[in-house]
């Protein structure tokens, strides 16, 4: 039975709560999941709980935001990492880096949208929650500005827009070597996705192989069939394992749970790296 290794909860910027992700996928007849919340380990404890009690296998995971040339790059971590130094260190680094941001963003949108208030985004974002872009688009939403995310991102928030502010995040090949030395197992997310694909060339991929890269998600919905046999080359050349995942967010993005999936034969040697201690509420 296949698992999911990319989804995201309430503890970043998920719609569903950690133990409903794993309910979802339960439903959806999957073996096992990760919770990969961006920059945070938040919600693996209760996510481990829901899955013990429902048989399935819960791999630790986050979604590490990174830099690369300038490019935001995002780095699945697998394995028990978050709590390790001294990623456990970077990684609150960035979500304090990303409630700077998201408070600049919001008096740029002022301008826009005077009826936007920081304490309705803030009331969003509670303590241990990443704050991210979607808690800004349900904020927008609420106040009648947008009908949804999907319209928030396209008008408001894209990256290319006058109220987009960046954050702080670590380098990517650092962040491989933190995942690696941390005894977890690095793949890099959507890596064909239209921010990342840019500078994610063959060379660099090599090098971050040579760094000890485990995977890379190729089945992704962000990834035409093209770009997945691109990727699909790039791994047979450099040995890397290959996933796929939904990066579901709940209701907050189109992703369903389930829609791409990755054999227990590929999760197995994933996760050979790290060792039989990173998998949670195993029942068999
Ligand atoms: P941020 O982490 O603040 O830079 O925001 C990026 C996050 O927003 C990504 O993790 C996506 O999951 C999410 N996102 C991007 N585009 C959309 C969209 N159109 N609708 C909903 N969520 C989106
Ligand atoms: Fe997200
Ligand atoms: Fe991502
Ligand atoms: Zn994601």
Redesign the pocket.
Known sequence: MPYDLHT?STAS?GTTSPADVVREAAAAGLAGLALTD?DTGAGLVAAAAAAEELGLVLVPGVEI?TGHRGR?VHLLGYGEVTGTAPLADVLAGTVRS?LERLRLIVTRLQTVVPGLLLGDVLARVPEGVTP???HV?DALVAVGAVPD??EA??ELLAEDSPYYVGYRAPQLLDTVRMVVAAGGAAVLAHPGSRSAGDVLDADTVAQLAAAGLAGLEVDHRDHDDATRRRLRGLADDLDLLVTGSS?F?GA??QNKIAEHTTGEDVVERLLARPGPAVLLGRTS
């Open positions: 995201h910027d961006h935001s935001s990303r991210g872009r979607p688009a995310r999907d991102f396209r990066d967010h907050g993005k």
